[in-house]
């Protein structure tokens, strides 16, 4: 790849990497306001702890300041760091856990917060990292995530007594949490060569317009200047 096609490929990379990181916002900040509504209303009126709509509302804030910042990168032409997105899906996947903690002593049965419809929500911010185009970032998210929820049935397991009412012998042992770690650690992989192909078919794409532009330019410099038909 020469010189110029590299930096029409990270110029294109880059248009197409905003692009996407506004569309993610869009997706997400209405999405986590209408989610902080509904737990608000659900704390007021059930059991539900407190931490459910503050973890919400943060990450509302979150998603919304990244969404601005990338509209502000729009405007000015100006790159969106790498690192930033990275940052983000790391306090994403962590908020996740963090919340996972806190119910962990708000359930009779401490496992059931690792197997409470919240922990779906890994997979859905590595599934969103795909938009960064950046499939470092997406495997990061899905291990870490991993990690996170194996380090937190680790410790629900041999700390705090699972054994109790409500829960089959079966959810008492390592084997179905163990299970659902590795499945988000291959979430991550998967949304890590989603992202791969994705940057791909942008190179491809830039290398193509590149190739085409400059046939289209030598084949009219070999035009024969009494070819030129002046009106």
Request: glycine residues 6%.
């Amino acid at each position: 790849m020469s010189t110029d096609t590299a930096k029409s490929f990270q110029a294109q990379l880059q248009i197409g990497l905003l692009d996407s990181v506004v569309l993610r916002g869009q997706i997400l900040s209405p999405t986590l306001a209408f989610g902080f509504t509904v737990t608000t209303l659900l704390v007021l009126q059930t059991d539900v702890p407190s931490m459910v709509p503050v973890t919400v509302g943060a990450l509302g804030v979150l998603e919304f300041a990244l969404l601005r910042f990338a509209l502000g990168c729009q405007a000015s032409a100006r790159a969106l760091p790498a690192w930033m997105g990275l940052l983000v899906a790391c306090l994403e996947v962590s908020a996740v856990s963090l919340l996972s903690f806190a119910l962990m002593f708000h359930f009779e049965q401490p496992l059931m917060a690792l197997l409470a419809p919240t922990t779906m929500a890994y997979a859905l911010f590595i599934v969103f990292t795909v938009l960064y185009l950046n499939w470092m970032i997406s495997l990061i998210a899905g291990v870490l995530a991993a990690a996170q929820y194996a380090a937190l049935s680790t410790y629900a397991l041999l700390s705090l007594s699972p054994s109790g009412p409500g829960l089959e012998a079966l959810f008492e042992t390592p084997a179905p949490y163990a299970m659902r770690a590795v499945i988000l650690a291959f979430i991550g992989i998967a949304a890590g060569m989603i992202s791969f192909e994705l940057t791909r078919r942008f190179r491809d794409s830039s290398d193509g317009a590149a190739e085409q532009v400059a046939v289209a330019g030598a084949q009219i410099r070999c035009l024969p200047a009494f070819g030129v038909v002046r009106l």
